[in-house]
């Protein structure tokens, strides 16, 4: 049953009860009053509901009667008086031997009202208290919706593009100056101002690379990726970080993506890029140069190159452990004039070259 309506228990009367139908001899007990507060309450009449649920209080106060009108009070949107019903109730909560239960749901009943006016940070503090009276799993899920919605208006309300502009500016600056911590901070101020800029993320992926923090580099480039799936700087930022951590096969998929999109659309690039820092300029402009998605072009080709012609070492290890790369090292071994030969083979050629990189084979 949901905490904003009474137990089963209360709404076992089908028949309305009231003071007036009580025989005289009998006036209506406050069970009774409340047993016709709740066939009120199902009709959707809350003021008279409250007004029974006033009567069976003044004849025997219980907190489950003030925790009815509650209910009452929120179903009829005056969330003030759900509020100021559920505090009363708290307050005289041990004098009138409540029970755990009943003291947590008058806290999880006032959450819910100032939650519903607004309140949230007011509504999380009830829904904490209601847990450390009596820990339910519903309660628990309504936190944690109501602490997700708070994170969410805050950031939401946080966001101001123009004070991106000021925290992207300031990090260009660090970053110019080699404080590449400085700038992370900056960036990160850009990206909660404007959280639908791929700029932020992927110029905070730059600094962090400086700062050999190449995993933090990947989930910016993919947050990048995510927000805006046509910006290329994303997909080679983040194929750069992957061959530094020599992740070739990861970073030869992702390069792939960047060059198709590249190639396909001719003005894919959203943002041109500075060649002094490696960050993009501030605005769009209204005809990108031509030479701008060829710079794109050669520096894929360029990191493609790598993740051809680097191995890890596991790669490394499954080339010299090849029968037949054994053979031809051997021959390269005592007749170097055969490399020449054997490097006309284009797979030879590849891991060759992956050798050399790896300084396996250092060439005289």
Known sequence: MSQDTPTKAEQSSTEKISPSTSSAEAPASAEELKQAGNHEYHLRNFSQSISLYNQAYSLSPNIKYLLNRAAAEYESKDYSACISTCANAIEKARDLNASYQDTAKAFARMAKAKKATGDLGGAIECYEKALTEHRTPTVLGELRQTQKEKREKEEKEYINVDK????????REYFLAADYASAVKAYSEMIKRNPHDPRGYVNRAV???????YEGAVRDCTKAIEVDPG??????????????????????????LGKQLATTHSNAEHLNESKESGFTDSTVPTNPPPQSNASNLNEIDRLLYQCHT?????????????????????????DPNALKEHMKNEEVRRKIEMLIRGGIIKLQ
Do not use: F, H, N, T
Request: a positive charge.
């Open 310 to 334: 680097s191995a890890s070492p596991d790669q490394v290890m499954a080339i010299l452990s090849d029968p037949i790369m054994q053979s031809i090292l051997q021959q390269i071994k005592d």
């Open 231 to 256: 910006y290329i700087k994303g997909y080679i930022k983040k194929g750069e970080a992957l061959v530094r951590l020599k992740r070739y096969g990861e970073a030869e998929k992702v390069l792939q």
């Open 207 to 213: 600094c962090l690379m400086k700062m050999v923090e």
């Open 164 to 171: 991106a502009e000021e925290a992207r500016v300031l990090g």
